[in-house]
Nanobody, 124 residues
Framework: QVRLRESGGGSVQAGDSLRLSCTISGFRVNNACMGWFRQAPGKEREEFAIGMIGNDGIQYDDSVKDRFTISRDNAKNTLYLQMNSLTPEDTAIYYC?????????????????WGQGTQVTVSP
């Protein structure tokens, strides 16, 4: 059974940094499509990944480009999201996700395996 488990969330102030981790069991991350998604308070979970890593490379949403860095450690089977220069607009539940196929990593609607999420709260 494939399981994703996020950790590393918390409450910080604007300008601070956090690193989220997503540990995966039952699935190898080596060549998988992996993404970070988020859900802001009172809103639906965003349909696009703020950061995605796959065989074709890495992709970021404009809202986090140059502030967030996605990476993975194949030996630890773990996905990371380093978040710098956080703003209150980054307050959200952050989810990691993957899918069975390693193709078309930018087709975010096909991601079908999700973690439970970790809360990030950024105060002004």
């Amino acid at each position: 059974q494939v399981r994703l488990r996020e950790s590393g969330g918390g409450s910080v102030q604007a300008g601070d940094s956090l690193r989220l981790s997503c540990t995966i069991s039952g699935f190898r991350v080596n060549n998988a499509c992996m993404g970070w998604f988020r859900q802001a308070p009172g809103k639906e979970r965003e349909e696009f990944a703020i950061g995605m890593i796959g065989n074709d490379g890495i992709q970021y949403d404009d809202s986090v480009k140059d502030r967030f860095t996605i990476s993975r450690d194949n030996a630890k089977n773990t996905l990371y999201l380093q978040m710098n220069s956080l703003t209150p607009e980054d307050t959200a539940i952050y989810y990691c996700a993957t899918k069975s196929s390693s193709n078309y990593c930018d087709r975010f609607s096909t991601y079908n395996i999700w973690g439970q999420g970790t809360q990030v709260t950024v105060s002004p």
